[in-house]
């Protein structure tokens, strides 16, 4: 079973819908037994970090996140959750990556929003990725390129396009928006 983090953040639909195309069965759920006992867990979002911090700590999920072992896939705003801190409103995260989000300064369109493609990609999230490929963002922070940089892109400057350390993966991007290339990197993930 795949559990999907159920969280104040929207989108979290169309990463179960995405998932389940594959094959898999999902569910959306806050139950920390449910979360530990998953065979993967997926922590997507789309909204604002302060507020689902909040919501996090309310519901004792910051620690349920942190205390997983088994693979976990950070999307969007679950990336940037998972980073140290975030401008976004000043907010304390959850300190799995040592990174700092920050918003893109505005000597360009902010939101960074379409498609855009990836370098420097490593780990075998990437398994069958070709350097044309590109994948589908919308954000307006950015985890800085650190230790922890699987992947990079440039939009106004470099930044981390995915994160990976010990059990816990994330992208920027959104895999379920991004065609076949999103079902692939979905796909390689959940055969971990």
Not at 62 to 89: F, K, M, T
Request: hydrophobic share 40%; charged share 20%; with cysteine.
């Amino acid at each position: 079973m795949i559990a999907i983090i159920k969280y104040n953040a929207g989108n979290i639909t169309s990463v179960k819908n995405a998932v389940e195309r594959l094959g898999f069965e999902c569910i959306i759920t806050d139950d920390p037994i449910v979360l530990h006992s998953a065979e993967k867990v997926i922590f997507p979002g789309v909204g604002e970090a302060s507020s689902a911090m909040k919501y996090l700590s309310e519901k004792k999920l910051d620690e349920v996140i942190r205390s997983l072992d088994q693979p976990v896939l950070g999307i969007c705003l679950g990336l940037q959750l998972l980073c140290r801190h975030s401008e976004e409103a000043d907010t304390d995260c959850l300190g799995i990556f040592d990174a700092e989000v920050r918003k893109f300064p505005p000597t360009d369109i902010v939101p960074h929003m379409g498609w855009n493609n990836l370098t420097n990609t490593s780990t075998t999230l990437f398994d069958g990725f070709d350097t044309d490929d590109t994948v589908y963002f919308v954000h307006s922070y950015y985890a800085e390129l650190s230790q922890h940089t699987i992947a990079q892109c440039d939009y106004i400057l470099p930044f981390s396009a995915a994160m990976h350390k010990d059990n816990f993966f994330a992208t920027q991007f959104h895999p379920e928006k991004s065609a076949a290339v999103g079902e692939r990197l979905l796909r390689n993930f959940l055969s971990m």
